[in-house]
């Protein structure tokens, strides 16, 4: 159980990570005005997308406190699940190339 | 002392030690969790393939309306992720009144945040925006749009529900910490997919 102290010390770190998490929103608000290829534009918004989900992840669902077998168990598998879905792509590219069906 | 020497009749209920050292609804609510995020996960992964593949993919979110409404809801559910951690808190330390507050302030967040959205829908359905057809350019831009956007609200609008249930079910002595923390999990994965949804759906197709 956490004593009062120690409850003030991570509600101000619980608010620390609400009020970053919002700043970076406002980074992909304005990644979003830029004038860059779509792909770039992209790239950068997932990866503030990801650093958001790491705090959310670590600090509100508490994940850095648990063990870390169970970080182990949770993590890697989903990355590596996500990161296989990457392989649609080609047939994306083909699709937007070739484009059998649109005559 | 093994099962098959106890007396005839009597019941003894032999508990493993939880893994990972969390109670099996904590971890049954992670696991469902990182299914969920894989669903979530392939589904946004069909909408980039779609609109990697259409040459004309509409981008008609305006400042204002649309990208200041979408502001205001990432404002709303981050803001209801902090009051839902308040809350969770406060069971933690047994400050039951506390705990029911911040809770029904987060399903009050939820619902705000459903109406935003569906207020958004609407006025995307007046500019005729259907599931196969939109005044713009490619026709599967409604059908990804409202299958993704109505698929998180669902997840929203069943977390409110579940946070109410547990709430009064918590209030009655029902249920327990632990259960309030379970769904607070539940919550900040909801507001965890809104973080990618937003970029890919919305900040990727803004108007210039």
């Known amino acids: 159980m956490s004593t009062p102290a120690n409850t003030n010390d991570n509600l101000k770190a619980d608010i620390i990570v609400y009020f970053a998490i919002l700043a970076l929103f406002g980074v992909q608000v304005a990644l979003a005005y830029q004038n860059v290829h779509p792909a770039q534009l992209l790239v950068r918004m997932l990866a503030v997308a990801f650093i958001q989900a790491a705090l959310a992840v670590m600090y509100f669902m508490h994940l ?18 996500m990161l296989m879905m990457n392989m649609i792509w080609s047939d994306s590219f083909r699709l937007l190339h070739m484009r059998p069906l649109f005559k | 002392m093994s099962e098959a020497n106890l007396p005839l009749g009597s019941h003894v209920g032999f508990m ?76 933690k330390s047994a400050d039951k009144a506390r705990a029911l507050r911040w809770t029904f302030i987060t399903v009050a967040g939820g619902v705000l945040f459903a109406l935003l959205h569906i207020r958004e829908w609407s006025g995307l359905i007046k500019e005729g925006v259907q599931l196969f057809e939109n005044p713009w350019g490619s026709p599967m831009f409604g059908a990804t749009f409202f299958a993704i956007t109505g698929l998180h609200l669902t997840h929203v609008l069943g977390g409110v529900i579940a946070l109410t249930v547990v709430a009064l079910g918590y209030k009655r002595g029902r249920y327990n910490a632990d259960d309030i923390e379970v769904w607070s999990l539940y919550w900040h994965f909801v507001d965890l997919v809104w973080m990618f949804v937003v970029p890919m759906v919305y900040l990727m197709n803004v108007a210039r």
């Open chain 2, 16 to 91: 493993e030690a939880s893994p990972f050292a969390i109670p099996s609804k904590k971890l049954v609510m992670w696991l469902f969790i990182i299914s969920d995020a894989v669903t979530f996960a392939a589904i946004l992964f069909a909408y980039g393939y779609l609109r990697n593949a259409s040459p004309n993919w509409p981008q008609p979110f305006k400042f204002s309306p649309s990208i200041i409404n979408v502001i205001l809801m990432t404002f709303i559910l981050v803001s209801s992720s902090l009051t839902m951690l308040i809350a969770t808190r406060a069971a």
């Open chain 1, 64 to 81: 850095r406190n648990e063990q870390r077998n169970l970080r182990l168990a949770l993590i890697p598998a989903t990355i590596f699940v």
